[in-house]
């Protein structure tokens, strides 16, 4: 009775032994490759491009307005000078928009017409001059453009005299030496359709405390 309990048992535990066998394999994932971080290079960061700054003139005691005073906006007959009416959009500028700002570099005065809206190939012919006891002095017109000054008896021939474009000013390097004392004369002319001239000037006294600058520097 026991041999066969113990082959019964024998039986049960092989059968047991089967099942486990034949049950189905359970499917692993496999494992994932681990990637390992990559060292993205960070560009560098590009320097800030300097931007140069606009150069200015130094302020000047000595400065005016252009034709607000009287007798000082004109149109004229060219070959006899004869007074004629001044129409709108005749002058080279409104009377009070342009300022003369007086200068000095080396041995000439120099005037700036600030409030100019000056472009390039600007039809005018600026000119100025000096009031002393002994008179008007270095009178001078050049052109800012040829033709400009066609007719003007004051056109000068002095190549280190006239008009001068920098920094978006219209400056005018004169005939009047920087040592002379007097009523300094700044003036915007040009010629009228017409061909009469049209102006507008202004005056002011000089004094010694008048700014010297370089122009080279400035205009450079």
């Not at 092989?14 to 034949?22: D, H």
């Not at 971080?37 to 931007?51: F, L, Y």
């Not at 005065?109 to 600007?122: F, K, Q, S, W």
């Not at 405390?209 to 370089?214: A, L, V």
Request: aromatic content about 6%.
């Amino acid at each position: 009775m026991r041999k066969a309990t113990t082959i019964l048992l024998i039986l049960v535990g092989v059968l047991l032994l089967a099942s486990c066998s034949s049950s189905p394999a359970v499917d692993v994932e496999p494992a994932q490759e681990v990637m390992e971080p990559v060292d993205t290079p960070i560009p560098p960061t590009p320097e800030p491009t300097a931007t140069p700054e606009s150069k200015q003139l130094p302020d000047t005691p000595v400065t005016a307005m252009l034709g607000t005073e009287p007798d000082t906006t004109y149109k004229v007959d060219l070959p006899s000078f004869a007074p004629m009416t001044i129409e709108e959009g005749d002058l080279p500028a409104d009377p009070g928009q342009v300022q003369a700002r007086w200068y000095k570099a080396g041995e000439r005065y120099v005037v700036a017409y600030a409030g100019l809206a000056y472009e390039e190939g600007d039809f005018l012919c600026p000119g100025n001059s000096i009031l002393t006891a002994a008179g008007f002095l270095h009178v001078s017109n050049a052109p800012t453009d040829e033709g400009a000054c066609e007719g003007f008896p004051t056109l000068t021939t002095d190549p280190e005299v006239g008009p001068v474009v920098c920094q978006g000013e219209l400056l005018y390097v004169t005939a009047i030496p920087s040592s002379l004392q007097g009523l300094l004369f700044g003036t915007l002319e040009a010629l009228s359709e017409d061909g009469d001239l049209v102006g507008l000037t202004s005056s002011v006294q000089s004094l010694e405390e008048i700014p010297e600058i370089d122009l080279e520097a400035f205009c450079s």
